[in-house]
């Protein structure tokens, strides 16, 4: 099963170099600044706080590797589309990210997460196409579901699944505040899983009680 409760933080990598030895399959999660990346892998991981979350956008700066009972990590991505930034550091993260995602052994998918509730936006579009390009796998999520009805749900996944030439059971529509779509995402990735040699012990278990943690990713705020 996925060691979904042994769940730690190992690094944050600043530069490729720091990333740890690619010992272990990964799951990177990317989308743009504030989408909820780090909330997802918490909702995931049934650990309310090891990740940390932010209501202000660019809260993650870093790859942030956690390990899950050393045989899975989950990676955290800075998110992209935040303007507050200064262009050299736009420029430093985007070569960081695309650097890792390019050339990553054991980087199994990159979860693509991407705001339910708006249109499809420019840069999404660019990173999907991107991973197409290079042939990353990736999966679709289509998150914050929880703030529309379950009709506005269909009706802007079907926008979104026609912006990325999408079919819907590529995508998983969630919500880390009420857990929809949790389930339906770790069989995906459970999936992904067990076509890697070596993982067949992985399969998905259910919810976790949320536990309360010591934060230990770095802040940076
Ligand atoms: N209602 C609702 N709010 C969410 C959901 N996911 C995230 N949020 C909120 O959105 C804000 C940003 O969440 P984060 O998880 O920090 O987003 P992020 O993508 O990691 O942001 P950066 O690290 O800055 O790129 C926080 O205020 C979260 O509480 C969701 O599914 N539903
Ligand atoms: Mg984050």
Redesign the pocket.
């Known amino acids: 099963m996925i060691p979904l409760q042994q769940a730690r933080f190992l690094l944050a990598a600043h530069t490729l170099q720091q990333l740890p030895p690619p010992l272990v399959p990964e799951i990177a999660f990317a989308?743009?600044?504030?989408?909820?990346?780090?909330?997802?892998i918490n909702r995931l991981l049934g650990r309310k706080g090891l990740v940390?979350?932010?209501?202000?956008?660019?809260?993650?700066q870093s790859l942030n590797f956690f390990s899950l009972a050393d045989t899975l990590y989950f990676v955290?991505l800075?998110?992209y589309g935040?303007a507050q930034v200064s262009k050299e550091q736009r420029r430093f993260w985007g070569d960081l990210v695309a650097g890792y995602v390019e050339q990553r052994q054991g980087l199994l998918c990159v979860v693509v997460?991407i705001d339910l509730r708006h249109e499809l936006k420019q840069q999404d579009l660019e990173l999907v196409s991107w991973l197409k390009h290079i042939g990353r796998p990736y999966l679709l999520i289509y998150?914050?579901?929880?703030?529309l009805s379950r009709n506005q749900q269909e009706k802007n996944a079907a926008l979104l699944d026609a912006g990325l030439k999408a079919n819907r059971n590529e995508r998983v529509l969630?919500?880390?505040?009420t857990g929809q779509g949790r389930e339906e995402l770790l069989a995906k990735i459970g999936q992904m899983l067990a076509a890697v040699p070596g993982t067949s012990f992985i399969e998905t278990v259910g919810e976790q009680p949320a536990q309360e943690e010591k934060p230990s990713a770095p802040a940076s705020e």
């Open positions: 989308g743009r600044s504030n989408v909820g990346k780090s909330s997802l940390k979350t932010s209501s202000k956008p660019g809260k993650t955290d800075p998110g935040y997460i998150t914050k579901a929880d703030k969630f919500s880390s505040q």
